[in-house]
């Protein structure tokens, strides 16, 4: 079969499964070449650093790779959009995340789909998933949690920060949080408004819905102002089948439906099903409307029946449409930032700092060997005049670009900073500009 009569199936299948199985290898970062590189390698001379460890376990972030090394973790009750496959079928999905945390933020990231963690009815068990990955702390210097069912996730993560002493990330969570409050923030800007003034319609009260709102109200966002609407409707206060999740957004109020949230709303951010948004649910919210549709692979609206109907600027979760909130903006700066500091925790003073590197690279003068890279890589983007400017931030780029040479370098230096000024890394920078003109030459990128 030719390359062009491939589907992207054939093609998925093929790059998975060829020239040997999977994407992913181990490579050592030091020579093993003679008898005495293997004697150093390994017996005897391995002993050494053993010794020193068992003086002083601090050590272990010295004479191994701990440093560098994150742990990929799920149990594959909630992957993608495939919903509860299992930890053998989520194995792909993990894989493919510790590509990007490798090719993105040069961090050796291992994947872990783990079983024995599940109840009778085959949903997360989270005392047992905590048990299992409060084990693994040894061996990694952070924990991305990834694609774990709600709400067994919310304790799976909040247990976890408090019993280890690395960070611990659920990814699902806050990526897409981080990186659409950097999106938000910029819309804001053009259309003239202030994000505490603003009133919110979240469409999706899971694990990603409930953690965007409150992101967004630690960012300034007044809790009052949200309305939060789930496949029952309005999430308001005579529910009686409410999570406590859900209840902390509880709302008295008359509106019962989407369509009812929408009047007058300034910002909609839809984490939930195709087609949920309508155009006259668009024209019915406040001018200079801002609607964020993350639900993949079919947005809750698409951007042009969006900005026909009246919406300003408008983001979704996919790459053939501008503004695309895609996490890898996310995970892979912020943890080469914590690492680098060996911070102790992922905190929301750190995940502030991620959104606000964001949303400041594309309100800065565009460098002309940046502009060179990006047009090399989004060529159709290029040609549309996505990229013209001085500073190009525009109703159709409001969030960087993930191949933007400075994304990484730029919020892992706004994490570390953000670290060490919350008290939660062990180890101080002192010329940030410097680290992060190192990083950006560690990942090979040019600033």
């Not at 029952?232 to 008295?252: C, H, N, W, Y």
């Not at 919406?311 to 895609?326: E, M």
Request: hydrophobic content about 45%.
């Amino acid at each position: 079969m030719s390359e062009k009569e491939m589907t992207l199936a054939d093609r998925s299948r093929a790059y998975h499964c060829e020239p040997v199985p999977g994407k992913l290898k181990i490579v050592p970062s030091k020579p093993c070449a003679t008898q005495q590189d293997l004697s150093l390698a390994y017996t005897p001379g391995v002993a050494v650093p053993c010794l020193e460890i068992k003086k002083n376990p601090a050590d272990v972030w010295k004479y191994t790779n701990r440093p560098n090394a994150v742990g990929v973790v799920s149990d594959g009750t909630a992957v993608l959009g495939l919903g509860n496959i299992g930890p053998e079928a989520g194995m792909p999905v993990m894989e493919g995340k510790a590509v990007l945390f490798k090719i993105f933020a040069d961090i050796d990231a291992i994947p872990l789909c783990l079983s024995h963690v599940h109840g009778k009815d085959g949903k997360t068990d989270a005392d047992k998933l905590i048990e299992a990955v409060r084990t693994l702390e040894p061996s990694f210097g952070g924990i991305n949690l990834e694609d774990i069912g709600a709400p067994a996730c919310f304790k799976v993560e909040q247990t976890l920060k408090k019993l280890m002493g690395i960070p611990v990330f659920h990814d699902d969570q806050h990526g897409t949080a981080i990186i659409s409050l950097a999106g938000i923030l910029n819309a804001l800007k053009i259309v003239g408004k202030k994000i505490e003034d603003c009133r919110f319609v979240m469409n999706g009260a899971g694990a990603a819905g409930i953690a965007c709102a409150e992101y967004y109200i630690s960012a300034g966002a007044r809790r009052e102002n949200f309305l939060l609407c789930d496949s029952k409707g309005v999430i308001q206060s005579d529910r009686t089948d409410l999570t406590p999740e859900k209840q902390r957004f509880a709302r008295k109020t008359g509106c019962r439906t989407l369509a009812d949230a929408m009047k007058g709303a300034d910002v909609f951010m839809g984490v939930s099903v195709a087609k949920a948004l309508t155009g006259d649910m668009v024209r019915s919210m406040a001018p200079g409307a801002v609607v964020f549709a993350m639900a993949n692979p079919e947005p809750e609206i698409f951007p042009d029946e969006a900005l026909a109907a009246g919406a300003a600027v408008v983001g979704t979760g996919r790459s053939d449409y501008p503004n695309q909130v895609n996490n890898v903006l996310g995970f892979p700066g912020i943890f080469r930032g914590a690492l680098d500091v060996r911070a102790a925790d992922i905190n929301e003073a750190m995940k502030l700092a991620a959104s606000h590197a964001l949303a400041e690279i594309v309100c800065e003068k565009m460098p002309g060997k940046v502009r060179e890279v990006l047009t090399r890589a989004y060529p159709a983007d290029a040609k549309a005049g996505m990229f013209d400017g001085e500073i190009p931030l525009k109703n159709t780029l409001v969030i960087p670009k993930p191949f933007d040479p400075r994304v990484v370098p730029r919020v892992a230096k706004y994490v570390a900073m953000a670290a060490m000024k919350s008290g939660v890394a062990q180890i101080q920078i002192d010329d940030m500009d410097a680290y992060e003109a190192e990083v950006a030459a560690r990942i090979g990128k040019v600033l």
